[in-house]
């Protein structure tokens, strides 16, 4: 069978493509001179005291880049000027990834004084991704570090591919947050999903209307690459520019909840940030978040688990009334069986070893079978009843 | 050694006690330093991989920056060689790596094959759907690719082969955009045309190296036919039962044999053959093993290793050891029967002395019509040529899937080249991809730019193995564990309900086939039979593409060759008493059919002709029946191809009088027997590769000589009233003369003019 001859076999049945002299609606935004050829850009300010749902988004420019080092646990953020932190969100041809998957609308965003400005980089046609490609370089490497949410996995790795593709020099990339993973740190015990449209209603206090959904987002570029209707890709264009908005009001509460305590915030939160402090080995901040959450009137695992980090932070400072207090606290606290055992076992190793209080330290013991084991539960009972016989 | 050869590569050839090349490597190691292709064709253990390895090692010694991929049909073969490549590069003070990527390899060690690998080595699915499609970070490699070695070339043909060229197309492609043009180093077991095979998967031309300078032992060749037991029926004795014997006999005097079977169920029945028997002697049953592919790779390794150590003295296996995996000398092996093909029969036999000393390798040969020809023509064996590996990269099927991943890849320019697909046709084919809305072109002065505009990944969608289908895994109920895996198309055959499916040695019978989940309940049970599935198989034409006239005689047949859609469908199976092989009963099966569209040749008898035979319509369709069976065999012979490659079947051309497909056919009567009459009878021979690979075509030209070989083959026959060997036994009731059956298939092949060639 030759190639073609086949292929006229196949082909009867299937349908012819849409005819591309149909009419067109007009994009949002402007063509572009560059050196690099033309570009289709979307350029706007948002007003400096703008919104997003009770966050106001200037917020962000005022950040502790220490705390921001510590809730993405990546100490090269902390020296970076937030000032020039550039936002960065795509809409791709698919989530396939790959080479064959295109960022076809690259949303940047940044601070200008108290505003946010946003540019939105639409590729009209397919294989005209240089002038973009060399425009997202110039702003990345003006930046001082670089915002997404999952684009350590998803964006930056695709935009990686483009530059290769189009062989435009792929810019070195400065320090990069990933709020996806911050927001996945603070609020995963107690929201179920971590998506940006959930965050922001749960978090920012944001609701979109009429919003786009982003499964369907790729078939409308290939329909306008066909000829269709331009206007639903205006959705997709302001679904991306509020994309960026969030990830500035996002980073905004994130870092100043991390700031100071708020006794306002759902104890989970504050646990969170005192588990995020203790990595870091702030150890202060640990523990008065930690304070926070066992006193916020939370559910016994949360507050128990809050003493028993503080008690943690007050043994590695040598404080053993602190420590004996706090496990106190989370024993009483405790409301199941093997959460209690496990106090119970920190107990008696704090009644043993650092109070040298051998008959306390027995009756704690008799209560960490649970904890660690039938063995070595009878194995700690048997050494401290030997010991106390010795002393006696 | 070559003078130019770098100083560390030569100490670590000497590490290994090696001081002269063989010729075959010096002229491998000169061709491949030139850049030119090479395929290296020599036989086993003559060396092979130190001729693809020497280039490559001289490259890296002398260009730290250089890159090489090795591709290897299995995975369990890229780690055999990532062991020794390892162990040559660190003698050879290589700064760079080998490392192996496939499914298996864990993250950080995919990211240290990106960023540092001298060497990948991976197998074709792999390069398909997990690295090509990501290119753009494997840039290093892509760029510095000096070589690429393509290993066990040989077992590239039909649909894996097919697509493994556009692979390469692809490959190619994106080395060109990274800016190299790698050298193809092929090594392959003997085959007919190993430089044209090469040269057909690379798309450019290939040196071949065939003549091995490495000595090797003498070989004595036994070919052993069954006693006849029944001569009227043309009934030999049992080619396994006979092939347990000899191995028996072997194994009691100590020689380490390797027995082969053709399927996984005669391996299966021959290991517990083996293992009984044995027992009597006070040999432990574990010294007797199977090996097959379904085996799960913890147990292969195994196995291996206690092959190595002489703790297993006789291994039974399908054709898992043909992808030279290193066990060591064996001193006989044993074919149970023809594979199929000369190229598959070499490498087996050339299992056996890989020593100097006398080693012995033997056929028995069933009473399959091909093996039945062999036996007769022993010589053949020595003297025919060997099978060609055929392959068809412009398959339509084939190319359009990957000219997806291509697109997916980069976009096809106006000057883009494939392969050597010619410019129009690669246009028209875009340009249907086009229609279909997965590329989308866009215009420049130089032409259309295609570019892959879709929300998916289509590597994922293509397999190379097959039609595209997932493995069913076997599921132990008691053990409540995964015993082994099983292509789909085999588990129509092997795992419908009630099956016996045998398992190292062991029996289970077939519980639950779970369809849609692709799974395989099983229980252990020990039954006294075992059991083999009956496929029924229906052909309908799709459009005729070429059509003639064979006009010999008198009456005139028509012959055509067009598209075909085929349609099987596993209709029952019987039981078949183990030691006796007796038929002890027949079960039912409901599956699903299994469709496909290929090419085919066919061949009507006109109804007119039918009608005006003496003999009842009946009986006349079954002699027609018996003719299309001797030109499967001498059109696969003649072929050179594996019989199983050819489907074969009598039906009607008219899509209208289709016979549906029997399912009441157990008890008995052959299917389509029921045919009434006013549809002309036709014989239909057709590529069971989805597609087709040319073999219809081939007959197609070939037709006449086709139809005088069968004449020829039906005359010299031995038998009196038609044999496996030549129209198969007589399918017919007992109330019908057999010895006119024969008579009347000759009488038939007068009647068109057919006459034998001499």
Request: proline share 5%.
């Amino acid at each position: 069978m030759s190639i073609k001859r086949s292929l006229a076999r196949i082909a009867q049945t299937t349908p012819r493509r849409l005819d591309v002299a149909s009419v067109r609606g007009a994009l949002p935004g402007q063509r572009r001179d560059t050196d690099h050829g033309e570009l289709h850009l979307i350029d706007e300010y948002l007003e400096a005291h703008h919104h997003h749902g009770r966050v106001p988004i200037a917020e962000a420019l005022h950040v502790s880049t220490e705390r921001l080092a510590q809730l993405a646990l990546d100490p090269s953020l902390e020296n970076v000027d937030f000032r020039r932190a550039l936002f960065l969100d795509t809409e791709t041809t698919g989530l396939a990834g790959g080479t064959g998957t295109v960022p076809f609308l690259i949303g940047i965003g940044w601070f200008e004084d108290q505003s946010m400005r946003i540019q939105q980089l639409f590729l009209p046609e397919l294989g005209r991704e240089a002038p973009m490609l060399h425009w997202l370089r110039e702003r990345v490497q003006e930046s001082s570090c670089v915002v997404s949410f999952n684009g350590k996995a998803f964006d930056w790795p695709l935009l990686r591919n483009r530059f290769v593709l189009n062989r435009v020099r792929a810019p070195v990339l400065p320090p990069h947050l990933d709020l996806l993973h911050c927001a996945r740190r603070v609020l995963r015990s107690r929201l179920k999903s971590v998506r940006l449209v959930e965050l922001e209603r749960r978090v920012l206090g944001m609701y979109r209307e009429d919003d786009i959904s982003g499964a369907l987002i790729p078939q409308l570029y290939f329909d306008y690459l066909g000829g269709g209707d331009v206007s639903p890709l205006a959705k997709v264009i302001e679904h991306n520019a509020n994309d960026l908005i969030a990830l500035a009001a996002l980073v905004a509460q994130l870092v100043s909840h991390f700031d100071e305590v708020r006794g306002a915030d759902d104890p989970r939160d504050h646990l969170a940030y005192a588990k995020l402090a203790e990595r870091t080995g702030d150890r202060a901040r640990a523990r008065s978040f930690a304070d926070a959450a066992a006193r916020g009137g939370g559910e016994s695992a949360c507050t128990v688990e809050a003493y028993m980090l503080n008690a943690r932070m007050a043994r590695r400072g040598g404080e053993v009334d602190d420590e004996e207090r706090a496990l106190l606290e989370a024993l009483q606290a405790a409301d199941d069986e093997e959460i209690r055992a496990v106090v119970q076992l920190a107990l008696a190793k704090l009644y043993e070893h650092r109070r040298k209080d051998l008959e306390r330290a027995l009756e704690h013991a008799a209560g960490t079978m649970l904890a660690e084991g039938e063995d070595a539960a009878e194995r700690r009972v048997a050494r401290l009843e030997r010991r106390l016989a010795s002393q006696n | 050694m070559p003078p130019s050869l770098a100083s560390g590569v030569a100490q670590a050839l000497h590490q290994r006690g090696i001081r002269d090349l063989y010729s075959h490597q010096v002229r491998a190691f000169e061709l491949a330093s030139k850049g030119k292709h090479v395929v290296v064709a020599t036989p086993t253990a003559s060396g092979k991989s130190l001729c693809y390895n020497l280039p490559i090692l001289q490259a890296l010694a002398s260009d730290p920056t250089a890159t090489a991929l090795y591709l290897f049909p299995t995975k369990a073969l890229s780690r055999d060689q990532e062991e020794a490549l390892r162990a040559l590069m660190r003698d050879a003070d290589l700064s760079v790596g080998a490392i192996t990527y496939d499914g298996d390899t864990p993250n950080d060690a995919r990211r240290a094959a990106r960023q540092r690998a001298g060497v990948l080595l991976t197998n074709p699915d792999m390069l398909h759907a997990g690295i090509m499609p990501h290119h753009t970070g494997w840039a290093r490699l892509f760029s510095n690719l000096k070589y690429v070695v393509v290993d066990e070339l040989h077992t590239y043909r039909g649909v894996f082969g097919s697509h493994l060229a556009n692979v390469i197309r692809r490959l190619q492609r994106i080395a060109r955009f990274h800016g190299s043009s790698p050298t193809f180093l092929f090594a392959s077991a003997t085959i007919g045309n190993p430089r044209e095979h090469a040269s057909r998967i690379c798309g450019e031309p290939v040196e071949l190296i065939d003549e091995s300078g490495a000595p090797a032992g003498p070989r004595q060749l036994i070919v052993y036919n069954p006693p006849v037991i029944n001569a009227e029926l043309g009934m030999r004795q049992s080619y396994i039962k006979t092939a347990v014997r000899l191995t028996q006999d072997l194994v009691r005097a100590g020689v380490p044999t390797l027995v082969f079977g053709n399927s996984r169920n005669g391996v299966e029945v021959m290991l517990k053959y083996l293992r009984d028997r044995l027992a009597r002697d006070k040999i432990d049953p574990s010294a007797i093993h199977a090996y097959r592919g379904g085996y799960l790779p913890q147990t292969r390794r195994r196995i291996e290793g206690a092959l190595r150590d002489g703790e297993i003295r006789c291994v039974v296996a399908t054709n898992a050891l043909e992808l030279g995996i290193d066990i060591g000398a064996l001193d006989a092996v044993v074919c149970a029967g023809y594979p199929g093909t000369m190229a598959g029969l070499w490498q087996r036999f050339g299992r056996a002395g890989r020593r100097r000393d006398l080693a012995l390798a033997v056929l028995v040969s069933s009473s399959n019509p091909v093996d039945q020809y062999m036996a007769r023509h022993p010589r053949q064996l020595i003297s025919a040529p060997i099978e060609h590996a055929r392959i068809d990269p412009d398959n339509i099927e084939i190319l359009i899937q990957h000219l997806k991943c291509a697109a997916f890849e980069l976009p096809f320019e106006p000057d883009d080249v494939y392969g050597d697909v010619p410019d129009d046709a690669l246009g028209e084919a875009l340009d249907y991809l086009a229609d279909n809305g997965v590329v989308h072109p866009t215009s420049t002065a130089a032409g259309s730019i295609y570019h892959w505009a879709s929300d998916s990944y289509p590597a994922n969608n293509v397999s190379l193995r097959s039609a595209s289908w997932d493995n069913f895994v076997i599921i132990d109920v008691e053990a409540n564990r995964t015993i082994a895996e099983m292509d789909w198309r085999s588990t129509h055959t092997m795992l419908h309900e009630q099956a016996i499916y045998q398992h190292e040695g062991g029996q289970y019978q077939v519980e639950r086939l779970d369809f849609d989940n692709h799974k395989a309940f099983v229980r252990r049970v020990k039954p006294d039979y075992y059991t083999t599935a009956m496929t029924h198989s229906k052909v309908t034409v799709l459009e005729q593409d070429q059509g003639a006239t064979v006009a010999l005689g008198e009456v005139s047949l028509d012959a055509a060759l067009g598209d075909v859609s085929v349609i099987e469908k596993v209709v029952g199976y019987k039981k078949i008493k183990f030691h006796t092989h007796e038929n002890v009963g027949y079960g039912e099966v409901h599956l699903p059919e299994m469709q496909k569209h290929t090419t085919a040749f066919w061949l009507t008898f006109p109804e007119d002709f039918v009608q005006s035979r003496p003999e009842p319509r009946a009986v006349v369709v079954d002699a027609l029946r018996g003719l299309s069976k001797a030109m499967h065999v001498v059109g696969a012979v003649g072929l050179m191809i594996d019989p199983r490659d050819l489907g074969r079947t009598l039906g009607s051309r008219n899509k209208d009088d289709a016979s549906p497909v029997a399912t009441k056919s157990l008890y008995g009567a052959p299917p389509g027997k029921g045919q009434g009459p006013g549809f002309d009878p036709t014989i239909f021979l057709y590529d069971t590769v989805a597609g087709g690979i040319g073999l219809a075509s081939r007959l197609f030209e070939e037709r006449e000589e086709l139809l005088r070989r069968a004449r020829n083959l039906i005359e010299s026959c031995e038998c009196t009233e038609g044999c496996p060997g030549c129209i198969g036994p007589d399918a017919s009731s007992d109330d019908e003369p057999e010895a006119a059956r024969r008579r009347l298939v000759l009488g038939l092949l007068d009647a068109v003019g057919v006459s034998a060639t001499h």
